[in-house]
């Protein structure tokens, strides 16, 4: 089964609204084994909605509208409905008593848009709207499924998933689709494709996405099956097999964060870590407190910005800043081993490096990052240079020093 | 002019990642005049991707395609650009060099996939990507304009406004839209509403919007002229009504953000500013370094988790913490009096409270964060109560404590 979306809104075309309706849809039709094909945004135009209705549903077994179901002016769905299914409004006394109830509860008058609302296509079968008074609206002929919905999120992914959901989901049978997504990092795209190897033979039919960020390069594989156990079967096969080529630049699966990875590590191993930051300012230590229990592990951090903060806090000798700059191998192994040893934790973490725009050289660009670790056993430095934009910058090279304790702690490094 | 919009990756359909390249689009054509009137999202199946193609260039003056622009097999964009526009490949010297440059500065090595990446269709003109590998293209027929970019929101972006917009926009006559971004923080957006009074009065057929989120609410308005002049004057006139009512609630406009406007007030100041993080985590101190030029007025931060850190880095006294505990007025006046005198910075602040979801209690429940500040005159601190969320509770502490800074500096706290 193939699905079509179509979100209706001046407003998303504008840009006023991110369409978040047309992902969420297309999330959970992909989870039942449903493939959302193609997804429309038109405005609040009647002749658009037409158009776009019948393209849509000479095509799809599902279509999936949201929005322009308000009592307003703009709201032109409903007129789109009865002339594109040829049929009219008929006031459903479940939905007049719904919206009184919810008016009264909001000790709002009785109106005329009130009444409307309550006013359905003869031909639909209603979708209740428990949190709002714009009701849901199914028609199906022939085995094949016309479903409008509100566009207020909140009460769209309470109906979808509540009622659109237990409806579609008994009809799909044998196609069964799986995603997983593997999440690397330290690696570009065109040299992940190369440690590959020859792509078709290690997906057999499935499908292999490769999707970058500042934060890494995230594979998401997608597989089509007859059985939920077929399509857990495969993608744990594939998965064998991508980990098998390129498994030490992988640090997670789905929505995982490095911070969630290093954390349950450092957990694990009953190790603590301290963190000197001067290019990342703050961003490292940031990601590390979002984990709820970091605590636990991570003792401090310091933004050592300044010369005199790195000699003060972290015990970094001007003498050393003097000979080799603040952006060295040497300062940033002395940030590592002087935070670890002030903070008496078992783990020392360190960056330093040129943010930019500006306070570049041709000896040390802006984009030049030195990261530093230190543990019982000593420290160590990698550089990293990185392309432009300040920001980037910053999250590369966080997510570089969150890579390397994981490298660490798994002895890869 | 009309435009439609076509963003093109499997990651769509399936929800995996939200498209806010459509909405960004969309609202920067509707800046000059353009009126987005379509947008369409298919996967990465070239038969969907011609058959859209076809379908846009036959109604709309403007056509802009983003992402499947990438150097791997599921990139399909390129390929449907050739046979949509019946030419073929060429390797573009600049595009070339610019790849070498980049991958250069990189440290990686020339592979087949760069040289790929150099290969343009012959009736494209190429439209530079400073900040990636990919470059973006046009190709213009009689009057009409249809536009590829990559499909990274960041680099998008970048080329979007960059060049996109500066080519279109002499093109476009007569009706004129403008928009304008209230920022404020601090203030809900019911309350914001009851203080604008008749808002019809004020706006004078122009549209206002709110638009809430964990930073605040932003105010958009939305004017319609004949020309530009009369557009810049009637935005003008509608945001000094709106600031004389809310004044000390706006804290910038547009895309600005707290650092940045609380930067430029330090900086005009010669002021500097030291910073002492508990349940912030360094997502404050991230935040100032966020913007160019922060070494100036920026010292140091101290992420001090640990009462120990709060102690040795901060010089709060361990009695204090038992006698009031950690999450205190009296120990975050310490925090931000301490880093203060530490830093010898002219402003101190600090942050410390239980952003959860362990550790609250019936006396200091979750959400509960006191936000502390120090200069010549003495400290200070004020209580807040956010709801749950770790996340959440961090960015809204960290937009307080520096929203606490920017009324101090104003005087109007």
Redesign the interface.
């Known amino acids: 089964m193939n699905a079509h979306i179509i979100t209706i809104g001046d407003e998303?075309?504008?840009?006023?609204?991110?369409?978040?309706n047309?992902?969420?849809?297309?999330?959970?039709l992909?989870a039942i084994g449903i493939?959302?094909?193609?997804?429309?945004?038109?405005?609040d135009?009647i002749d658009?909605v037409l158009r776009?209705f019948e393209r849509a549903w000479k095509t799809s077994d599902v279509v999936v509208v949201t929005g322009g179901l308000g009592p307003t002016h703009d709201d032109i769905t409903r007129e789109g409905i009865c002339r594109f299914f040829q049929t009219d409004l008929v006031s459903d006394p479940d939905v007049r008593r719904h919206v009184a109830a919810l008016m009264a509860r909001r000790n709002l008058p009785w109106t005329e848009a009130a009444e409307n609302q309550a006013m359905v296509p003869r031909v639909a079968v209603v979708i209740p709207n428990p949190v709002g008074t714009a009701p849901g609206l199914r028609i199906s002929r022939e085995g094949r499924h016309f479903f409008v919905l509100p566009g207020v999120p909140y009460e769209m992914t309470g109906m979808f998933n509540g009622s659109v959901v237990p409806f579609l989901s008994p009809l799909v049978q044998g196609a069964v689709i799986r995603?997983r997504?593997l999440r690397t990092t330290g690696i570009?795209?065109?040299?992940l494709?190369?440690h590959l190897g020859d792509?078709d033979t290690l997906l057999e039919g499935a499908?292999?996405?490769?999707?970058?960020?500042?934060a890494g390069v995230r594979m998401?594989i997608?597989v089509h099956a007859d059985s939920p156990a077929d399509a857990d079967r495969a993608v744990n096969e594939i998965e064998a097999r991508i980990r098998s080529k390129v498994s030490k630049y992988i640090f997670g699966v789905e929505d995982e964060e490095l911070e969630d990875v290093v954390g349950r590590m450092l957990s694990v191993r009953k190790l603590t870590i301290a963190?000197a930051?001067s290019c990342?300012?703050?961003?490292?230590?940031?990601r590390?407190?979002?984990v709820?229990?970091?605590?636990a592990y991570?003792?401090?951090?310091?933004?050592?910005?300044?010369n005199?903060?790195k000699t003060?806090?972290l015990g970094v000798p001007p003498d050393l800043i003097a000979a080799h700059g603040a952006v060295s191998k040497e300062v940033v192994e002395a940030m590592a081993l002087g935070v670890r040893q002030?903070?008496r934790a078992d783990i020392g973490l360190a960056t330093t490096g040129i943010?930019?725009?500006?306070g570049g050289s041709a000896e040390k660009?802006v984009?030049l990052v030195w990261i530093g670790f230190a543990d019982a056993s000593g420290s160590l430095a990698l550089r990293f240079?990185?392309?432009?934009?300040?920001?980037?910058i910053?999250e590369r090279a966080a997510q570089s020093a969150l890579d390397l304790v994981r490298r660490r702690l798994m002895e890869i490094l």
């Open positions: 998303l075309l504008i840009g006023q609204v991110i369409n978040t047309q992902a969420h849809i297309g999330e959970r992909g493939d959302a094909v193609e997804m429309t945004t038109v405005g135009d658009a776009t995603h997504t570009p795209e065109s040299f494709a190369q792509i499908k292999l996405a490769f999707l970058p960020s500042a998401r997608t963190v930051e990342t300012g703050g961003l490292i230590a940031h590390i407190t979002n709820s229990g970091a605590s991570f003792e401090r951090g310091v933004v050592a910005y300044s005199a903060s003060e806090l002030m903070a943010a930019g725009p500006t660009p984009g240079t990185y392309g432009e934009g300040r920001t980037r910053k």
